[in-house]
């Protein structure tokens, strides 16, 4: 019954900046890490950055110091702000959760599409 809807993408410039939520719903008991993955077409899905339900955040080396990610506990929801995007950067950005049910469950989202291009 649990599901992560991620919402935000779009096409945004080489620079430019955009912003992801990502939303639980259903029966949860308690949610403890969340993060955010991408994915490019024929490529390896990769760790963009994850946090902690006590806020401890850790970031891919190559987005360190753009991008931010951050939690609104009693909205069941996680964002991603990103900033000087650049066009390597294109691709489907997947929500993901570890979450309590009655035993503890790791969940994706659809993804939402990112494409950073002039």
């Known amino acids: 019954q649990v599901q992560l809807v991620e919402s935000g993408g779009g096409l945004v410039q080489p620079g430019g900046s955009l912003s992801l939520s990502c939303t639980a719903s259903g029966k949860i008991n308690r949610i403890y890490n969340m993060g955010w993955y991408r994915q490019a077409p024929g490529k390896q899905r990769e760790l963009v950055a994850t946090?902690?339900?006590?806020?401890?955040?850790n970031y891919a080396d190559s987005v360190k110091g753009r991008f931010t990610i951050s939690r609104d506990n009693a909205k069941n929801t996680i964002y991603l702000q990103m900033n000087s995007l650049k066009p390597e950067e294109t691709a489907v950005y997947y929500c993901?959760?570890?979450?309590?049910?009655?035993?503890?469950?790791?969940?994706w989202g659809q993804g939402t599409q990112v494409t950073v291009s002039s």
């Open positions: 993901n959760a570890d979450i309590k049910v009655t035993g503890v469950y790791n969940y």
């Open positions: 946090i902690t339900s006590g806020d401890r955040t």
